[in-house]
């Protein structure tokens, strides 16, 4: 009987050892689960201007700008397969300006705020429209006639914007666009783009920057600058 009662208890210490091992190996280790976001190396620091000059659409990557620093991430919705994501179907909405011209926006997910007035009042004079929130810039602004070359020169020659591709809008006028950071009214630095618009009778900037994503700003962003380079 002595046996038994050394035998039994070690039965039972092996059975419940050998059930944990292998609850555990079915049960996989929820903390190491890969990130849906990951840096390419996140100990190296980004060159967010290096990071916007060499941005392509399409290619699974997308940049993130927080207002001080860069990441580069992998981005699955950085895809034209994917119907529902950033290059789906939105709710336009239409903010009438002062101005003289409609700017059509899609509403997303990222700059909804942009229409909510009551919280983030507009600037709209005959000069000018802007709405500024924590994490997007929209602005329309009626520059002085004849100062297009010379405004273009001010944005070529540096401080923090570079020329862009304008096909990407599919404009085939005398209009340039530049990406980059831009500051906003309240002097935060936003990514995002400058839109100079050679009008008939005056030059516009179209200025639309955030916080975020770079590629959903951009998206965002050009969908505003097509609907609004139709009034031109």
């Known amino acids: 009987m002595g046996i038994y009662k050394f035998l039994i208890p070690l039965i039972i210490c092996i059975s419940l050892t050998a059930c944990g091992i292998s609850d555990?190996?079915?049960r996989p280790d929820e903390t190491k689960r890969p990130a849906e976001?990951?840096?390419e190396n996140e100990n190296d620091p980004v060159d967010v201007f290096q990071a916007i000059a060499e941005d392509k659409e399409f290619d699974g990557k997308s940049l993130i700008w927080?207002?001080?620093?860069?990441q580069i991430v992998d981005d699955e919705l950085d895809?034209?397969?994917v119907l529902d994501?950033?290059?789906?179907e939105f709710e336009l909405v239409t903010?009438?300006?002062?101005i003289g011209f409609d700017l059509v926006l899609p509403k997303t997910s990222h700059n909804s705020d942009l229409f909510m007035s009551s919280e983030y009042p507009p600037v709209d004079t005959d000069d000018e429209f802007s709405i500024e929130t924590q994490d997007r810039f929209l602005s329309l602004k009626k520059e002085g006639a004849g100062t297009f070359d010379q405004k273009a020169a001010e944005l070529s020659s540096g401080g923090g914007l570079m020329e862009s591709d304008s096909s990407a809008i599919k404009s085939e006028t005398g209009h340039k666009l530049f990406t980059g950071i831009i500051k906003t009214t309240s002097g935060e630095n936003m990514a995002g783009f400058l839109l100079l618009i050679n009008g008939e009778d005056s030059v516009y900037t179209f200025r639309y920057a955030g916080l975020g994503n770079y590629s959903d700003i951009r998206v965002e962003a050009f969908s505003a600058i097509r609907r609004l380079l139709n009034q031109f």
């Open 95 to 98: 903010l009438e300006t002062r």
């Open 37 to 39: 976001t990951v840096s």
């Open 24 to 26: 555990d190996a079915r």
């Open 79 to 81: 895809s034209r397969d």
């Open 66 to 70: 927080d207002g001080e620093k860069a």
């Open 85 to 88: 994501g950033r290059y789906g």
